[in-house]
Structure formats: C-alpha cells, structure tokens
C-alpha cells in the first residue's frame, strides 16, 4: 500500500481552474494505478478519472474535456486538473491508488487500497 495525501483544493469561481496533487510515500508509486475520486454532498462517491501505470487514462463523462489526470513517477505525485468548473463540480475529492489491474474496472473504485483524506473543492460565484 501507499499513503496518499490530496492538496490543491479550495475555492473557485465557476468557469475557473484548480489543480489538485497527490503525493504518495511508503510504496513504489509506478506500479499502481491511480485514481481521482469525488464525494459531493448527500452524494455516493463517483470515479471520475483513472490513470494506468502505462500512462492511459479514462474520465467519467461529465469531466470529459474539462479534467485531466497525469502522473509523475519520478515525484511520486498524481494531479487531476481541472478546468472550466462548474458548480456541480463541487464535492471532497480523493485520490486512491491499487493494482494495476484496476484500472480495468475504473470508475469503480473496486481492488483499490489506498485512499488519501480528501481536499474539498467548491465552485461557487
């Protein structure tokens, strides 16, 4: 397992862009898969982009074309930007890593082990 840390968060107008981070320690960063997950209010949590160890990448389709999740083995550190947010972007959000054959089931969280504690994101005017 990893430990994952989330930052990045805060709040944003809409239409604005955030950049989140997630730095990992205690395991080898390359051989996970790596996910972005969000939780809004009085919501079940939904998978919104994974990244394979190999670079692929897979978006739920409300932030397709809006977000985009890259990785950087040699920091050790996932990002998830975000651009042209929207209200309902609004939620916790939470990165999540595992083996790499969850990136398959991406945007389930299935098979994933490591989970950071959040950064809240809120797009309001």
């Known amino acids: 397992q990893v430990q994952l840390v989330e930052s990045g968060g805060g709040l944003v107008q809409p239409g604005g862009s955030l950049r989140l981070s997630c730095a990992a320690s205690g395991s080898i960063f390359s051989i996970n898969a790596m996910g972005w997950y969000r939780q809004a209010p009085g919501k079940e949590r939904e998978g919104i982009a994974c990244v394979s160890t190999a670079d692929n990448t897979k978006y739920e389709d409300s932030v397709k074309g809006r977000f985009t999740i890259t990785r950087d083995n040699a920091k050790n550190t996932a990002y998830l930007q975000m651009n042209d947010l929207k209200p309902e972007d609004t939620a916790v959000y939470y990165c999540?890593?595992?083996?790499?054959?969850?990136?398959?089931?991406?945007?389930?969280?299935?098979?994933?082990?490591?989970w950071g504690n959040g950064t809240l994101v809120t797009v309001s005017a």
């Open positions: 999540a890593a595992g083996p790499p054959i969850t990136f398959r089931l991406c945007p389930t969280a299935h098979g994933l082990n490591s």
